[in-house]
């Protein structure tokens, strides 16, 4: 499902060079479990232009989330709110889950996967976060002014 | 709507969206809670009084998030904490002041039974933990910030939840409250906020 505050959505791509997307499953969809590679890219021109991409090597497995931030003031007049707003989050982990779209990430320590995050501030910038084992790797490029972060495995 | 963060007052409990809309209502707390407006609403009514000695509590505020996001959202993770003490701006056209004597507490216990917050109105809140609705609380702007997170679970204490099929509250009642000591200064302070965070399976 991609929401009317989204800046971001994924595709992730099947056996036999077919794609999916949040257009038209959650990736809770056992379709999803299928995938060996996922993409996060921006919605628009106007999104934070940053892409980010991993592979899903045999055995792990992958879990989409976005997280989101709302702000309250306590007091009168406008706080300085420097959290971001959204943070989309690839979670990639060895093993498997019955329904990865039902596990909260909390639960799931980093024994041999990654963690990364987009981060999407209020003001229109972005940061990216990533946090691994020793297995993998980040990369980043940049196109066009596209920056696509690739997250793999090494060997 | 989507998922906003709504706050329980009054003996139903009365509920209002605190996070929703073009101008969110924020978190206003007072020494008021019945089922109207004015436990809420931005105004100086139902001020706490500044104590000679000792304490004075505003009562608490009951908070949880609410969605009515219908046969997709699966939800988890949801975390509650704040961007810390404020500083008093430079300059400081508004005339805030410091949050010296001041402090706002969160219950350490969360749970899915509403209390109506006690006390004697314009006066004083009856403490949370005296009232019996946490067995303790913490410093809220001194403690959580954004790398130490309070957990506070979903409705019910199941793992994950959703896709709803009805708008339904899907976390747990948080409770926050304002203790006030006697070096405390007159006037409003410098605006402070608290998050609360969730995910959804994108």
């Known amino acids: 499902m991609i929401h009317d505050w989204d800046t971001h959505f994924w595709l992730a791509r099947l056996l036999k060079d077919t794609w999916i997307s949040a257009e038209e499953y959650s990736s809770n969809d056992p379709k999803f479990k299928e995938a060996n590679l996922v993409r996060i890219e921006p919605i628009s021109t106007l999104s934070v232009q940053a892409t980010l991409e991993a592979e899903i090597p045999d055995g792990y497995t992958m879990f989409l989330r976005t997280d989101r931030i709302m702000a309250i003031t306590i007091g009168a007049g406008e706080p300085i709110n420097n959290a971001p707003d959204i943070i989309y989050v690839m979670a990639l982990e060895r093993g498997e889950w019955a329904e990865p779209g039902k596990v909260p990430l909390s639960s799931i320590p980093m024994k041999n996967g990654f963690r990364a995050e987009l981060r999407i501030f209020k003001d229109g910038h972005g940061e990216v976060d990533f946090t691994s084992t020793n297995n993998f790797i980040s990369e980043v490029e940049n196109m066009n002014g596209l920056d696509t972060y690739r997250f793999k495995q090494v060997v | 709507m989507g998922v906003d963060i709504w706050r329980y007052y009054g003996n139903g409990p009365s509920k209002v969206n605190i996070s929703g809309g073009a101008e969110p209502i924020g978190l206003k707390l007072k020494t008021y809670d019945a089922n109207n407006i004015a436990t809420y609403t931005w105004d100086a009514e139902h001020p706490t009084p500044r104590p000679a000695v000792g304490n004075k ?146």
């Open chain 2, 57 to 202: 509590n505003t009562y608490f505020a009951t908070l949880a998030l609410e969605s009515d996001v219908l046969g997709s959202e699966i939800y988890s993770d949801i975390k509650f904490y704040s961007g810390g003490v404020p500083s008093v701006p430079d300059p400081n056209p508004s005339g805030y002041v410091a949050w010296t004597g001041v402090q706002l507490f969160v219950a350490d216990d969360v749970d899915d039974v509403y209390a109506q917050a006690l006390g004697t109105p314009d006066d004083n809140g009856t403490e949370m933990v005296a009232q019996g609705v946490t067995s303790s609380k913490t410093d809220l702007l001194a403690t959580y910030n954004a790398g130490n997170m309070k957990s506070v679970g979903l409705v019910g204490g199941v793992a994950s939840i959703g896709p709803l099929i009805a708008a339904q509250r899907i976390s747990k009642y948080v409770r926050v409250q304002g203790s006030l000591g006697p070096t405390c200064a007159p006037g409003s302070t410098v605006p402070a906020v608290i998050y609360m965070r969730y995910s959804v399976t994108s």
